[in-house]
């Protein structure tokens, strides 16, 4: 084994990825060998999916894990074409395979690409599996030719787009939506099942495009202008966009245009539970009005650190009705406890048909008050995130922007709550040599304030 090649390989909070002069094929057959080991001592055997985005690289990227699952005897089920991650991960569920891995970058720029593993439940994997599946990177073993597994090539969309229709069991007739697809595995998907609940659909950027228009295929409001004119405009009653393997979702609205996705989670949730019971979780860095929401309802919050994968862990563990995080990745987990943008965007147009998500919004904010977020960053090398978190733990004050320190929350760095409701949240970024400033406060002056005062805890210390 090339040691070079197995030190770049690197598991994140969600898979790997790697610009492509470091994602090459033979370290993505190391990974491939790695998950077929780790699958064989965890006793798993049978058929593993394969499935890819609409990266140019992506489909031969996806012939090379198929290759070396089926060298190490597992059978292989493989997209015939780009299909969103949540799309893969209910199948993963739902036929009861060993996993799946998914060639995809999300949202990251044409020049990277990367690597998702799915277990069988089709959450996200824990930190336990994915130190196993590094632990075991080496070079593809060669079995005898009787031995190896089969590749079947499917259509991984089908069955679950039925599924999701059933599952919203809405009518969207009368309602008009823009969707954006941003050139990723969600076109012709997600405007396919709003199209077929009776919605009518104008769909943007429709088409494969492995360079993403240019930019990257992260659904942010400086990324749609495009949307958010033509819902002001009237053209459409809500606006939807994927990002580039379609597990998250921004939503745009005649009114707000770009929905803040706290303000979004806290609808979705409240209109969920006009139906339905359960309780609901979210990242540190989450607004509370979404608990606010909760305790109107008599349900309670589960508080996690910040990876859907933790969330997910919460929604088993608590038996959850949903589990979202502020950065758009939200999940239902009677459908799936995994993050999908493409099934939320049809519950998101059922919710809208029956009352718009700006009417929703405005009666929760004059319900439960008003929330402003933000988040700053603070440049810090990675060999000193640790040693500032320590040092902080020792520095923390007694009051923060004028207002005392009422808990501290460790759950994922260190989140201040304050005597009047707001809160700061120190953390390091698992993507980048940098400290992550949250704060949450009633307006945004108040919001400036507490992040200057998050900036001036850390900013010494780095």
């Keep these: 084994m090339d040691e070079d090649d197995a030190a770049a390989i690197t598991f994140g909070t969600d898979g790997w990825r790697a610009t ?6 033979p370290r993505v057959r190391m990974v491939g060998q790695a998950v077929a080991t780790t699958l064989r001592e965890q006793g798993e055997a049978g058929t593993v999916a394969v499935g890819y985005d609409a990266r140019e690289t992506s489909r031969g990227f996806a012939e090379e894990l198929s290759r070396v699952l089926c060298a190490n005897g597992f059978d292989v089920l493989v997209s015939d074409r780009d299909t969103p991650t949540p799309a893969v991960a209910w199948t993963v569920k739902e036929r009861g395979l060993a996993g799946a891995l998914q060639i995809t970058a999300s949202h990251n720029p044409p020049e990277y690409n990367g690597v998702k593993f799915i277990p069988s439940s089709g959450a996200p994997g824990l930190p336990e599996t994915t130190e196993d599946i590094v632990s075991n990177l080496a070079d593809p073993e060669s079995l005898p030719e009787d031995e190896w597994g089969t590749v079947t090539e499917e259509d991984l969309v089908a069955d679950y787009a039925d599924h999701a229709i059933e599952y919203a069991d809405a009518d969207l007739a009368g309602l008009s939506v823009a969707y954006d697809a941003m050139h990723g595995s969600g076109r012709g998907v997600t405007s396919a099942l709003l199209e077929r609940a009776g919605a009518d659909v104008t769909a943007m950027r429709d088409t494969q495009d492995p360079d993403f228009g240019g930019g990257s295929p992260e659904p942010t409001a400086e990324n749609v202008e495009e949307l958010i004119r033509r819902v002001r405009e009237g053209d459409a009653d809500l606006g939807v966009v994927n990002d580039g393997d379609a597990d998250r979702l921004g939503i745009v609205t005649p009114e707000r245009g770009y929905l803040d996705p706290n303000l979004y989670f806290a609808a979705m949730y409240d209109y969920l539970l006009e139906s339905r019971s359960g309780d609901v979780v979210r990242t540190v860095s989450t607004s509370s009005i979404v608990d606010r929401v909760a305790e109107a309802h008599g349900q309670s919050v589960h508080e996690t650190a910040v990876g859907f994968k933790w969330v997910a862990q919460a929604m088993a563990d608590h038996d959850a009705l949903m589990g979202g995080e502020e950065s758009g990745g939200f999940g239902l987990a009677d459908h799936l406890r995994n993050k999908d943008g493409v099934l939320l965007a049809l519950v998101t147009a059922a919710a809208e048909h029956e009352e718009s998500l700006d009417a929703r919004v405005d009666r929760l904010l004059s319900e439960h008050g008003e929330i402003h977020q933000g988040r700053i960053s603070v440049d810090c090398p990675e060999d000193r995130k640790a040693p500032v978190l320590d040092e902080l733990e020792s520095e923390l004050p007694d009051s923060v922007a004028g207002e005392s320190v009422d808990d501290v929350n460790t759950v ?51």
């Design 20 to 25: 492509l002069d470091e994602f090459t094929a």
């Design 412 to 462: 994922d760095g260190f989140k201040i709550g304050l005597a009047d409701g707001t809160w700061v949240l120190v953390r390091p970024s698992g993507t980048e040599p940098k400290l992550r400033v949250y704060a949450e406060a009633s307006s945004d002056e108040r919001l400036d304030e507490l992040l200057s005062a998050g900036r001036e805890l850390v900013a010494p210390l780095v």
